[in-house]
């Protein structure tokens, strides 16, 4: 009950092109939902997060739609760029600083 | 723009040998975790830490691991005896505490040999 279950694990998408990744959650608990953009080597970077009271949330290219019913998550780019090549992880936990729980990622490879 | 900071960022080992990660989270933060990532899969929490205190632990945090914060600045993991499954990327991630937000560090690559 607190697997995030993400696909695809791994996507090429067209420059320009609009890239699209799933989560897909049990807990019913969890009431805060980001996602992590993470590089070769690096960190993963908190990119843009939502919480289960709105549906939708847009951050310039970046937008996280929220489907509470269907206990699913998705993040969509648009305008994708070569430059948003890089593994992408969805997350979940609870309110109160608690540990996240995260998916297992998707590559992401932005083709011109 | 305040950001996590880890040392070293790659550190090799002897199976058996004791390390330390270290970790300098956000200066206002208050809360802290270890994060651990194997090649190529998913991140998986290990620690959390608040107000001087482990808050949670996961299952892979036994008693070979540790945590402290020395000072008023540092946030160690130590691994007593390390093993060659020991070997991942050890990430280090700090939260204010408002929003749930976490911010992750560069990571620490610890190899096991």
């Known amino acids: 009950q607190q697997q995030v279950k993400q696909s695809p694990q791994s996507l090429i998408v067209q420059k320009g092109g609009i890239s699209i990744i799933n989560c897909a959650y049990e807990?019913?608990?969890?009431?805060?939902f980001p996602w992590y953009q993470q590089f070769p080597g690096k960190g993963p970077a908190l990119l843009i997060a939502?919480?289960?009271?709105?549906s939708e949330k847009k951050e310039g290219r970046f937008t996280i739609s929220f489907n509470k019913s269907a206990k699913q998550f998705s993040l969509h780019i648009m305008d994708s760029q070569p430059g948003d090549s890089a593994t992408y992880f969805c997350?979940?936990?609870?309110?109160?600083?608690?540990?996240?729980?995260f998916g297992k990622g998707t590559r992401l490879s932005v083709i011109a | 723009e305040p950001e996590v900071t880890q040392t070293p960022s790659h550190q090799v080992t002897q199976m058996g040998q004791e390390v330390i990660l270290r970790c300098v989270p956000i200066?206002?933060?208050?809360?802290f975790y270890w994060y651990r990532q194997i090649l190529g899969q998913k991140v998986e929490f290990l620690v959390s830490?608040?107000?001087?205190?482990?808050?949670?632990k996961s299952e892979i945090f036994d008693d070979q691991f540790s945590v402290e914060r020395p000072d008023g600045s540092n946030f160690t993991l130590k691994i007593r005896s390390t093993k060659l499954e020991d070997s991942a990327m050890y990430f280090c991630?700090?939260?204010?505490?408002?929003?749930?937000?976490?911010?992750f560090g560069p990571g620490t690559r610890l190899t096991v040999l």
């Open positions: 991630a700090s939260g204010s505490g408002r929003v749930s937000e976490q911010f």
């Open positions: 807990n019913t608990a969890f009431d805060y």
């Open positions: 939502i919480r289960p009271d709105v």
């Open positions: 997350a979940a936990t609870y309110s109160g600083n608690t540990p996240l729980v």
């Open positions: 200066s206002n933060h208050l809360y």
């Open positions: 830490f608040y107000n001087n205190e482990i808050s949670e």
